[in-house]
């Protein structure tokens, strides 16, 4: 990829913070569809009787809707399945620098504490260049508009 490439600061963070959130997609995706087989019932306001007419009765069709049309499921499947692509489709450094980075408690690491203490062998320039690019695809895995 291009050195001349530029991103907004705000994109980045935002990038910066979902690969931190990475190692618990797992745990939040679970979380989340444990929320929608089991919702919180709704109140019921009818007093004097009858059935709602467009009610889905079965349930297990109902909860199969309700999986299916969850943004935030379906949000958190993305990154999770984007992630997974950036970081199949990169070298053995790249991933090296993302996991230290971002996935890994290392104590607010960057790039030049890595290369100082030899974490990765390439220079500044190189780890930048490898993550910049790393970063870009990820915002284009997601839809995510960069300038």
């Not at 490439?5 to 913070?17: P, V």
């Not at 009765?57 to 999986?67: F, K």
């Not at 450094?93 to 980075?101: A, F, G, S, V, Y």
């Amino acid at each position: 990829m291009s050195d001349k490439k530029q991103m907004r600061t705000s994109t980045k963070r935002m990038l910066e913070d979902i690969l931190r959130d990475y190692p618990e997609l797992p745990k939040y995706i679970k979380l989340r569809e444990e929320e929608l087989h089991h919702p919180t019932p709704d109140k019921d306001d009818n007093i004097g009787g009858g059935r709602a007419l467009n009610k889905i009765s079965n349930p297990v069709e109902r909860l199969v809707l309700t999986i299916d049309d969850d943004r935030r499921l379906n949000w958190l499947k993305q990154e999770q399945m984007a992630i997974d692509d950036c970081l199949d489709e990169s070298g053995e450094i790249t991933t090296e620098i993302i996991n230290k980075l971002y996935f890994h408690n290392y104590n607010n690491a960057t790039i030049r504490t890595l290369v100082n203490e030899g974490d990765v062998p390439v220079s500044y320039t190189k780890g930048y260049q490898l993550l910049n690019d790393f970063l870009f695809k990820l915002a284009k895995k997601l839809n995510i508009d960069v300038l």
